[in-house]
């Protein structure tokens, strides 16, 4: 059996799945957060190149959101996956 190596920053823990999910529920919270003052600052917003700024803003912001929201519900299938059933192979 090859050996595997460790790496000294990635803990080998049960519980990665859920500080993985922690820390990507954190992301999306932030990005959130962001998205909403990126907002109120386009709103609020008076000069032609601020508006063009916050434009560019939001949708990075847009594009970050959509990016995580993927990687949440990439993190769900296995989850789902766990309890099913795997279908029987045929006898050979």
Request: charged share 25%; hydrophobic share 40%.
């Amino acid at each position: 059996m090859p050996q595997r190596w460790k790496l000294p920053w990635r803990r080998e823990t049960p519980d990665r799945g859920m500080e993985d999910r922690q820390t990507l529920e954190e992301s999306l919270e932030h990005t959130r957060v962001l998205l909403a003052q990126a907002y109120a600052g386009f709103n609020y917003a008076a000069d032609g190149e601020l508006v063009e700024s916050y434009v560019y803003e939001i949708q990075a912001l847009q594009t970050r959101y959509s990016y995580l929201l993927r990687q949440r519900k990439a993190l769900e299938v296995p989850a789902a996956l766990q309890g099913a059933v795997q279908p029987a192979l045929p006898a050979v």
